[in-house]
């Protein structure tokens, strides 16, 4: 079983930066793919930001350029670097990973439980 754990959420500003952090543990052979995506109340879930186990990445429209994703593979941590913060970026932000496990064969999909970010004055 894997284990994604989320962090750094919080009320800030319009215009001010947070970080959030995702650190996954557990029977992992393998990180692949990493996101972050968010909810917002009564909106679907959107995919903000995704990085290969390459370093490849991708960013939503609404976030280019504010938003920066990047990851740590010795820490199993992907963290998201937020810039320029507005009050439409409030919503729960989650991490996501492709994971294949060290007791399996195959890559699957993990989801953490999410962190608050809210941007208000």
């Known amino acids: 079983q894997v284990q994604l754990v989320e962090s750094g959420g919080g009320l800030v500003q319009p215009g001010g930066s947070l970080r959030l952090s995702c650190a996954a543990s557990g029977s992992i052979f393998r990180i692949n793919a990493m996101a972050w995506y968010r909810q917002a109340p009564g909106k679907e879930r959107e995919l903000i930001a995704r990085i290969t186990s390459a370093g490849t990445t991708n960013y939503a429209d609404s976030v280019k350029g504010r938003f920066t994703i990047s990851r740590d593979n010795a820490k199993n941590t992907v963290y998201l670097q937020m810039h320029s913060l507005k009050p439409e970026d409030t919503a729960v932000y989650l991490c996501?990973?492709?994971?294949?496990?060290?007791?399996?064969?195959?890559?699957?999909?993990?989801w953490g439980k999410g962190t608050l970010v809210t941007v208000s004055s």
């Open positions: 996501w990973s492709l994971v294949t496990g060290s007791t399996t064969s195959y890559a699957l999909n993990y």
